[in-house]
């Protein structure tokens, strides 16, 4: 039941970080450089942010029985934050964008999924 409480608290701090790069993004694309400066540390928080959340799912599942869907989702979008911090350095948008929308997409499903799971105790 802890594994699970902490995997929580970390898909919601995730999605409320991935949900704050479209924002910083449109500073930086207002004018700002100071969104670019604030885009990039944030990106690669959420990788480890997205780790974390692997590792966390990979214990609830392993240990307390729950659905093994949860580490399948979290390696996906870790992988999908892998390449998106790829294609940002290498300024390929045509990749980075529609990439960062399906990430977040993905990201805050993934939140609401793990906190209206049912947990049953036996």
């Not at 207002?30 to 590792?55: C, V, Y």
């Amino acid at each position: 039941m802890k594994v699970l409480n902490v995997l929580r608290a970390t898909a919601g701090v995730h999605a409320l970080a991935i949900c704050l790069q479209p924002v910083v993004a449109g500073v930086y694309l207002n004018g700002s450089p100071a969104g670019l400066r604030m885009h990039e540390p944030i990106g690669l928080a959420l990788a480890f942010l997205g780790l974390g959340q692997l590792l966390l799912a990979t214990a609830w599942w392993r240990t307390t029985g729950g659905r093994w869907t949860a580490p399948a989702a979290s390696l996906l979008i870790l992988a999908g934050e892998v390449v998106q911090i790829a294609m940002g350095y290498s300024r390929q948008m045509a990749i980075h964008v529609p990439l960062g929308i399906a990430l977040v997409a993905a990201t805050v499903v993934f939140a609401f999924w793990v906190n209206k799971r049912q947990v049953v105790v036996a």
